[in-house]
C-alpha cells in the first residue's frame, strides 16, 4: 500500500511538474517542490475534498460533475497557499485549466497502466 502511495505522489508530482511547463502562471520552483506539493494534495484529497463534495453537492449533480474540476482547482490554490513562494499560481482560471488539464493527464495514466497490467 506504501509503494502504491508514493507511486502516486511521484506520479502525480511529474503531471505537476508538466503542467508547469505548458503554462506560465503556473510555477513549481522545482522537483523537490513538486514532490511536496502532491503530497500536500494527496493530503488535501483525503481530509478537504470530501468536505467540499458535500458540501457543494446539489451544484455537482446538477453540472453532472464538471463540478469538481472547480473543486480540484480549490485544492490547487490551498496546495499553493500552504507552500508558500516554491509553489504559485496566478489566479483561479489558472488553477482551474491546470485541475482539468491534471485531471486528463491522471486519466491518460490510469488507462495506460490499466491496459498494461490486465493482461
Known sequence: MFIRWLTSILLNALILIVVAGFFDSFYLSGVGAAIV?????????????????????????????TFLFVINAVTLMIAQAIMGDAFNIDGFGTALLASIFISFLNLLIQLVFMNRFKD
Open 37 to 65: 506539493a502532491s503530497m500536500i494534495l494527496s493530503v488535501l484529497n483525503v481530509f478537504v475534498k470530501p468536505f467540499l463534495i458535500l458540501l457543494t453537492l446539489p451544484i455537482t449533480v446538477f453540472t453532472l460533475g
